[in-house]
């Protein structure tokens, strides 16, 4: 059975068992047309799907070190920074995280009062559900969330984002933001009306409706008439700010909830509301991990979307992304990009929020060597989470600044795991034998790319035959991360490498080799699906 009919498979499965991860723990709403067969009537042809994200995009994200409180001076700092340091290499975006429209978010959940951690965005509420701090949201008339002033005081007088997005455009840079699924459940309790419908709120917004891990937002349904009218208004607002990444979450995985979920209906609202706008902006989907069944769903409708979990500076994540990441490489490339998560380096969790206590990332050296080379070497889309201001220039430098790692990020193609032996894999036990290995080809030239990782916890060799993806003749190998070349290789190529450690190569064929060199045979793109 090849892949295409097994993604259509469960892309029918996954339409009769999806479940919707709600507060009520509700299962998604079956429809006479299943959503992932539901046509759009924007032509193809005029979408700015694939007029954004060529390659993966490369940025910065507040949330793994601000969490949900970073404020218009800090994220100012942040874009100077990146604009100094960064973008000479090409890091381009500068995202705001959640909550940007709550002027203290957190600050009913304290020691001695609060439900999921000290600081949680959760909104107070009264036993109606209603909100018991009114004052806690800043939205328009239309139910449309705008930056807290109080925060982002270059956003008085109505002007929204659009004095901080031009800040950044000023700086040769994009401007980001994170939007949660739906409506604030304060214009659901308001019942505030929809711009361009003469419906209002309720007639949309499904009550209760909202994720596991936060309750501020209720979904949108998007059978109803005047739901496509409100996210399209949604996005004509960020179209007028200058947005350029839009982040939405609660999107599709558990979230934080019991069940597994995928608003089918939300993404396509969205990706039609984009077009519209007349704007072209990055779409990336969160929270994951997202369902394979839906992968082409998720190619038609959106640039990025997570593969995992919310992924931190943890041995057990960056393993679990080795599994997710070869499951999702097929769907590499064509301005979509199976998205990793977020890079904890650096500074992360400030004032003991998000995740932890406020710390120096707590990968190993060799450990934050092996997540950048996996992450160049799936293509994913490298976000960086750490406070940039108090990060040591050392980690910045040798991660964020290395060309030649970041051009295998950006332009090679074909990328697959050549081989990977772990718990997965290997049900012997024996850890310390465990190791994982990917291919790439450079699009620009013959030339290959060979990652090497060791998964275990002690130094081992680790290579691989030349005959396991065809290869013929001599290469010269240069060591990408330490920029110099390391000599040929010929027939089987191997390095020894530290516990949890990695090694990137560039293989480039020599012409005066014995062997004449025949190009692998690897599968391009797509072609297994």
Known sequence: MNNKLKIGIGLLFASIVSQGCTATNETTQSTSTPDYLRKTDVDASDS????????????????????????????????????????????????????????????????????????????????????????????????????????????????????L?????????????????????????????????????????????????LNNMFGIDYRQEGAQAFYDSLFAQYAEWGVDYIKADDMMGTCGGEFHSYYAGEIEMMRKAIDRSGRPMVLSLSCGEAPIAWANHLEGNAN??????DFWDRWKDLKRSFQLLDKWSPFIGNNT????????FGKLSLDDRPHGKERVSKFTLDEQYSLMTLFSIVRSPLMIGADLTSTDMSTIETFFKNDEVLYVNQ?????????????????????????????????????????????????????FDFNWEDLRGDYQVRDLWQQKPIGRASVRFSQTLPAHGAGLYRFSPVVDSNQEWIPPKGPKPHDNQ
């Not at 990025?304 to 979990?309: A, G, H, I, N, Q």
């Not at 795991?417 to 772990?422: A, N, S």
Request: a negative charge.
């Open 48 to 163: 700015f799907l694939h007029q954004v994200a060529e390659k993966p995009p490369l940025g910065w994200n507040s949330f793994d070190a601000w969490d949900s409180r970073i404020n218009e001076q800090e994220y100012i700092e942040t874009v100077d920074f990146i604009a100094e340091h960064l973008k000479p290499h090409g890091w381009e975006y500068a995202v705001i995280d959640y909550i940007w429209w709550n002027p203290a978010p957190g600050a009913h959940n304290t020691a001695d009062n609060f439900e999921r951690r000290i600081g949680h965005p959760n909104v107070r509420l009264n036993e109606d559900g209603s909100l018991k701090y009114p004052e806690a949201v800043t939205m328009d008339e239309y139910g449309r969330l705008q930056p807290a002033v109080e925060r982002f005081p270059s956003s008085a007088n109505g002007q929204g984002f659009k004095p």
């Open 411 to 463: 332009n090679s193609e074909h990328n697959r795991q050549i081989v990977r032996v772990d718990e997965e894999t290997d049900k012997s036990g024996k850890t310390d034998s465990h190791y994982a290995a990917w291919i790439a080809s450079d699009s620009q030239s013959d030339d290959l790319f060979i990652a090497l990782f060791n998964l275990s916890d002690q130094e081992k060799e680790v290579g």
């Open 304 to 309: 990025l979307w997570r593969v995992s979990k």
């Open 337 to 344: 990009w199976p998205d990793a998560d977020m890079i904890p």
């Open 165 to 213: 997005a031009d800040y950044v455009h000023s700086k040769g840079l994009k401007f980001g933001i994170h939007i949660m699924r739906g409506m604030h459940r304060h214009a659901w309790y308001e019942n505030t009306p929809i711009l361009g419908s003469d419906k209002s709120a309720r007639d949309i917004a499904k009550f209760n409706d909202h994720a596991g891990w």
